[in-house]
Each structure stands twice: as structure tokens, then as C-alpha cells.
């Protein structure tokens, strides 16, 4: 990969190939909550390939597509330009075939919240775009002090969500019944309590288990990173607005090392490391305020497609039917306003 992928684990097919394992409990019924399209020098991974790994055994039934720079517009005002993205997901994924997953049934947009309630009008840009299926917005506020950590392409100053342009802006997602995805590093989560508890009437997401960070200046502090995220995790779950997305923990940020190994990790070896981390968030929120994702592609350079589902049913396999449902396929669908017969 080149330098603009840098930051990202490189997918090797062969070696994906060479431990990916078929579908457990194949007829469970599935929504990913969040994964991505990218059209990125180097990187290309639209919906054929999304598809390709949707074909792996399992019964994914429809998905949450999430913002990632992905053919904006060329032209026009630049507030506008990511509107790009919602039009290009929406006409890609408008005719699924019978029996196919329903892709990107709720999509997530970027629009730049700094701009206060002159956001409005992106927002409802992005709304039109969408054909019933926009349902929120991802601003990203990943910042740390050690600055190796931030994807250059999308870090944010110190502070972001303090920033009371920038609450102006999430306030106008509640007057559109908008939700709010959240992307920062584990640090800044009281930052993101002190917002949502000041936002009730906002639906916020935190994605992929609250931004576990176990490298760079965290590399030698495995137990302490654990223990304040597992606290600011919990402080999170005392407000009903806030839910969390289980996945995410393929990223190098996260420290596992999974792509070290001669071969993929196993879903057994994936449940056995993911554990602490998942089961903390099920525990503080519920199954009904938690629900998995792929987070691929980005995901995808740690592991196949499948172990990683596998490793999520293997989690989950001492909860009650209902939690299951909850976190494979019911939370997903009440959060993103999705069709309740998927």
C-alpha cells in the first residue's frame, strides 16, 4: 500500500485464503452495522467485493453502509461534496437481487459539523440523496497526543467534541431525527459522555468497542488501557441514548497483532482475544444497546470475513435467543430505522 493507506493492515488474499473457515450456525440471521466502500489509490473494495465476501456461508441480510471519503463530488460548493457519497451508495446498492442481502439498507454520511445549524442544509442534502435510506452522520474526532495513531486522512484537533460550533452542528441532527456515529480513541470517551449526556434527544453509536488504542504510547500500559476504557465504558452505558458497535478490533491501532501470524487467526483465537473487550460492553449495555460489525475492509487485513462472524456467534453462545438476535440483527435494525423484516 502506498502512503495513503499507510495506516491501514494490507489485505493479502492468499493469505486470508489460506484459514478461512466456513459459517457456523449459518441460517442465524444477520445485519452488519457498519462497514465501508473505498476507492482509494491502492485500495478498491466497492460492492462486488463486499458481495464476494457476503457469499462466505453466512445469512447477512442486509447492512449499514458507514461514510468513507468515497466519490464525493467533483464540483460544486465543498460542504455539498460529500453528498457524493450518499448519491454513489444509494444508486450502487438501489436493485439487489432476489435473495440477496439488502446493502447499505440505512447509509451513514460525513457532513462537516463545525459549520454550526448551517449544516442543515447538507443534512438535508444528504436526505434526498439517500431515498428513505440516509439515517445519520460520522464526523471523526480521533485525536491523541501521540500523533502516529491518527489516520492523517481524517484526524481531528484536540478537543473536537467540546467544540461548541461543532456541538451546534450535532444538535441539528436531533431536529431531523439524525443519529450520531462516533469514532475517537478510548481517551476521549468522557468527552463523548459530557455530549451525549447534553444531547438526550440524539441516538449516538460508538464505533468499534470505543476506540481500543494498545500501541504507540499505550503499547507498555495494556492493563491500565484496559481498566479506563472499561470505566469510561461503563460511565457511557448510564445514559439510554448511547449504544455501541462490537467489532472494529482488526485496526493496527488495536495492538492484537493478528496479521503477524503465518496464518489468519482462527475465530476461537479472535473470541478468546475480543473477549474482555466485548463481553465488558454487552455487560455495561445490554444486547439490546450493542451490536456487531465487520468494519471491513479495513478489518479484512486481520482476518477473513467469516472467522470473524464466527468468532462473534462463538461469543455469544451462552446468551439467551433474544440476546443473540438483539446483537446479530434486532439492535442494528431498531437503531438505523431499518426494515423490521430483514
Request: glycine residues 8%; negative net charge; aromatic residues 10%.
Amino acid at each position: 500500500m502506498n502512503a495513503t493507506t499507510s495506516n491501514y493492515l494490507p489485505v493479502r488474499p492468499e493469505w486470508l485464503a489460506s484459514a478461512t473457515e466456513p459459517a457456523l450456525e449459518p441460517e442465524l440471521p444477520i445485519v452488519d452495522a457498519h462497514h465501508h466502500f473505498y476507492e482509494r489509490p491502492g485500495w478498491t473494495y466497492l460492492l462486488d467485493d463486499y458481495m464476494e465476501d457476503l457469499r462466505s456461508g453466512h445469512n447477512v441480510r442486509a447492512s449499514v453502509y458507514m461514510q468513507a471519503l468515497t466519490r464525493y463530488r467533483a464540483a460544486g460548493p465543498n460542504a455539498l461534496r460529500p453528498v457524493g457519497e450518499t448519491e454513489f451508495v444509494t444508486v450502487a446498492t438501489a436493485a439487489p437481487q432476489a435473495g440477496e442481502p439488502e446493502v447499505a439498507q440505512g447509509i451513514v454520511g460525513y457532513a462537516d459539523l463545525r459549520q454550526g445549524a448551517t449544516v442543515r442544509d447538507v443534512l438535508e442534502a444528504h436526505i434526498e440523496a439517500g431515498c428513505g435510506r440516509f439515517r445519520g452522520v460520522r464526523h471523526l474526532t480521533t485525536w491523541d497526543a501521540d500523533s502516529s495513531l491518527a489516520n492523517p486522512l481524517t484526524a481531528a484537533p484536540k478537543g473536537l467534541l467540546l467544540d461548541p460550533h461543532y456541538r451546534a452542528g450535532v444538535s441539528e441532527l436531533g431536529k431531523l431525527g439524525l443519529s450520531y456515529d462516533a469514532w475517537l480513541f478510548f481517551p476521549q470517551l468522557p468527552e463523548l459522555f459530557d455530549l451525549a449526556k447534553a444531547n438526550p434527544d440524539i441516538t449516538i453509536i460508538v464505533n468499534h468497542c470505543g476506540g481500543v488504542v494498545r500501541i504507540g504510547q499505550y503499547s507498555n500500559m495494556q492493563a491500565e488501557v484496559f481498566e479506563r476504557w472499561s470505566r469510561d465504558m461503563r460511565e457511557l452505558a448510564r445514559l439510554p441514548n448511547v449504544h455501541v458497535k462490537l467489532g472494529g478490533l482488526g485496526m493496527r491501532i488495536n495492538g492484537f497483532d493478528f496479521e503477524q501470524g503465518g496464518r489468519p487467526p482462527s475465530s476461537t483465537e479472535l473470541a478468546e482475544a475480543w473477549k474482555p473487550w466485548m463481553l465488558t460492553c454487552i455487560e455495561a449495555f445490554g444486547a439490546d444497546r450493542c451490536m456487531f460489525e465487520s468494519n471491513f475492509p479495513v478489518d479484512k487485513g486481520s482476518y477473513p470475513y467469516s472467522n470473524g462472524w464466527n468468532a462473534f456467534k462463538r461469543l455469544t453462545s451462552q446468551a439467551s435467543p433474544a440476546e443473540r438476535d438483539a446483537l446479530f440483527r434486532g439492535t442494528a435494525t431498531a437503531v438505523y430505522r431499518l426494515d423490521a423484516r430483514t
